[in-house]
C-alpha cells in the first residue's frame, strides 16, 4: 500500500501521459481546464509569497493551490469545513448512511450526457426517499446526498451516497422518530421503487427532447436486474455518520496516496477488490487508459455534487419553520457577539490539528510573509494549446 508521503502525483501522469490522449481522444473544455489546472497547483506558475520565520529565519516558498474540485491537493481544508459547517446543523440523533447504485447498462447514457444522467440520478433518489418518509411513517424527512460516479478501479460507476436523519417532521405538525435498529426503510422496496422512478424519468425525458427511441436496448436491458441500494444503520452519533460521509464529500476519482508508481508505459495504483473482501490490491493500467478513465470523472461546469433535501433543505425548513436544537443553542451566542466566530484560518487549524503557520525547522517562531510572488502570465491563446505546451 502507497504511503502517505507518497512522492508520485496525478499531476506527473498528467505530464506524461496527457499529449498522448489528447492526441486520441477528443477532450471537452471542462476536462482540459481541470487538467491544466492539476499540473499547475502548487507551482510557480500560479504565484504565492516568500515567508521568514521570526526565530530562526528559515526561508520558505509557498505557491497558491488551483482550488479544482477535480485536483487531489486542493480538497482536504474544503472536506474538513464541510463536515464542521454540516455537523453543526444536523439534527442530534441517529442518522442512516444509504448508497443508491446504477447498472452498467446505462453508463453510455451518462458518458453521451452527464449532466442530465446526474440530475435524473439526484431526482430519482430524492424522490424515493420523499415517498418511503411520508407513506412509511407520514413524514417529510431529509437528505444530505453526495455523487459519485467512479469504482476503485476508476471505472464508471455512478452512484449517490445519502445520510438520512432517523426523524422527520409530521402532518401533525410533531418531530416524529422512525427507522429500525438496522435500516430505515427495507431495501428491496427502496431499491424497485427507485429503478421505476430513474427509468421513467430517463424514458420521459428523451421523448421531451424528440429521442424517444434513444438508447431503447441499453434502458430495457437495465429493467432486468435488480437495483443495488445499500441501507447501513448507525448506534453512533449524527457527528459520527457526517465524518464518515465526510470522507466522500470532497473526495476525487483517485487520490495521489494510492498511486504506487509511475512508469515511461503503465501507472500502477491501490485499489480495494470488492469481490474479494475489499482487499487491497494493485492496479496496472496502460497510461493513456488510466488518464482517460479519469477524465470520465471530471463533473460538467456547474453540476452540484452536493445536493440537501427536505428539512435539510434551507427552502423546506424555512417554508416548514423548522428549528432544530443545535441552531438554537448557536444562533442567539452568534447575535451577542459575531467577532467570537474565529476565521478561516484559525477553523482550519482547529480542525486539521496542526499550525501552519509554524515553522517547520525550529517549531518555535511562526513564518512572516515577506514578499508576494506574481502569477506567471500565460500567453494569449486557446487552452488545449497552452496544456499541449506544458506537457512531455
Not at 446504477?102 to 439526484?122: Q, R, S
Not at 460507476?157 to 435500516?183: D, F, M, N, T
Not at 430513474?198 to 430495457?220: T, V
Amino acid at each position: 500500500m502507497a504511503a502517505p508521503g507518497s512522492k508520485h502525483e496525478l499531476a506527473t501522469v498528467v505530464h506524461r501521459f496527457g499529449r498522448e490522449l489528447m492526441e486520441k481522444q477528443r477532450l471537452n473544455a471542462v476536462q482540459v481546464k481541470a487538467l491544466h489546472n492539476i499540473i499547475q497547483c502548487r507551482t510557480a506558475s500560479l504565484g504565492g509569497h516568500e515567508e521568514v520565520c521570526e526565530h530562526c529565519h528559515e526561508k520558505r516558498y509557498s505557491y497558491n493551490s488551483c482550488g479544482d474540485r477535480h485536483c487531489p491537493k486542493c480538497q482536504a481544508t474544503k472536506q474538513a469545513l464541510w463536515v464542521e459547517e454540516v455537523t453543526r446543523l444536523a439534527l442530534p440523533i441517529k442518522h442512516y448512511h444509504i448508497i443508491f447504485t446504477v447498472p452498467h447498462a446505462l453508463n453510455d447514457v451518462c458518458l453521451w450526457n452527464p449532466t442530465l444522467y446526474y440530475n435524473l440520478l439526484f431526482g430519482a433518489v430524492w424522490r424515493t426517499l420523499h415517498s418511503f418518509g411520508y407513506s412509511e411513517y407520514g413524514v417529510e424527512t431529509g437528505a444530505i446526498a453526495v455523487l459519485h460516479s467512479w469504482g476503485q478501479n476508476l471505472s464508471l460507476h455512478p452512484h449517490i451516497h445519502c445520510i438520512v436523519p432517523a426523524a422527520g417532521y409530521s402532518l401533525k405538525g410533531e418531530w416524529k422518530r422512525i427507522g429500525k435498529q438496522k435500516q430505515l426503510f427495507e431495501v428491496h422496496q427502496l431499491s424497485h421503487t427507485f429503478k421505476g422512478k430513474f427509468l421513467d424519468s430517463l424514458r420521459r425525458k428523451l421523448r421531451k427532447m424528440g429521442m424517444p427511441n434513444a438508447f431503447y436496448k441499453e434502458i430495457q436491458q437495465a429493467y432486468k436486474p435488480d437495483w443495488v441500494v445499500f441501507c447501513e444503520g448507525s448506534l453512533a452519533s449524527a457527528e459520527h455518520v457526517i465524518r464518515y460521509l465526510g470522507q466522500y464529500t470532497h473526495r476525487v476519482a483517485l487520490s495521489n496516496h494510492r498511486i504506487l508508481d509511475i512508469t515511461p508505459t503503465h501507472v500502477r495504483f491501490m485499489a480495494k477488490d470488492y469481490r474479494d473482501g475489499a482487499r487491497q490490491k494493485p492496479v496496472t493500467l496502460a497510461g493513456e487508459e488510466f488518464l482517460r478513465r479519469f477524465c470520465q470523472h471530471i463533473f460538467p461546469k456547474g453540476l452540484m455534487r452536493i445536493r440537501r433535501y427536505g428539512i435539510y433543505h434551507h427552502t423546506t425548513k424555512a417554508r416548514m419553520q423548522l428549528q432544530f436544537r443545535t441552531e438554537e443553542a448557536i444562533e442567539p451566542k452568534k447575535a451577542k457577539d459575531k467577532k467570537q466566530k474565529p476565521n478561516t484560518a484559525e477553523r482550519v487549524m482547529q480542525l486539521m490539528g496542526f499550525d501552519p503557520g509554524i515553522c517547520p525547522k525550529c517549531k518555535k517562531g511562526r513564518m512572516q510573509v515577506v514578499a508576494q510572488l506574481p502569477r506567471i502570465r500565460a500567453p494569449a491563446g486557446m487552452l488545449p494549446l497552452l496544456l499541449l505546451s506544458k506537457l512531455l
